[in-house]
C-alpha cells in the first residue's frame, strides 16, 4: 500500500481556479490519479476526516473552511507516495514552504494552503477509504 497516498485540493485553489494547474503539477510530477471526484465536503465530514485535531485551536476554523465550497479528493499512486506527495506540496505554512512547492505557488496562509497529503501509509489507507469505495480505485496499469 506504500505507492498510495490521498490528496485533496482545498477550497481556497478551487475558488482561486488553481486546481487544473495542481491536477497538471500531480501529473507532471510523475503521480497517476487512481481516482478523483468534485466535492463539497460537509462540516460533518470534515470534522470526520480531521479528527486527529479535534481540541487544536484551529479546528473549528479548519472544518469551517474545508466545508466553505467544493474541493477534489484525490488517490494517487506512485512509488513511495507518501513521501514523494508530501515534497511535492510543502511545508503546512506556505511561508516555509520550498519554491517550486504546490503550497509556495499556490496557497494563501497557513490555513487556507490550498492541498492537503496524508501524513503515513497508515493514513493514506484510512483518507482514502474515507472518501472512495473499492469499486472507484481504479488500477491505473
Ligand atoms: P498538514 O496539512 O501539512 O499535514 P497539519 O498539521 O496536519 O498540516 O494540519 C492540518 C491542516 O490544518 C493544515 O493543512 C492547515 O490547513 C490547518 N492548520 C494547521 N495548523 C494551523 C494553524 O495554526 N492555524 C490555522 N490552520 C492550521
Ligand atoms: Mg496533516
Redesign the pocket.
Known sequence: MNNRTFAII?PDAVRNNYDGKIIDQILRSGFKVISAKKIRMTKQQAEGF?A??KG????Q??TE??SSGPSWVLALEKENAVVEW?KT?G???PAEADDGTI?KLYAI?????A?????SDENAQIEIAFFFSEAELIASQ
Open positions: 482545498k480531521y486527529i485535531h487544536k485551536p484551529f479546528y476554523e479548519l473552511f474545508m508530501r506540496i511545508a503546512t505554512n503550497r496562509s497557513l490555513g487556507e494552503n492541498v492537503h497529503g496524508s501524513d
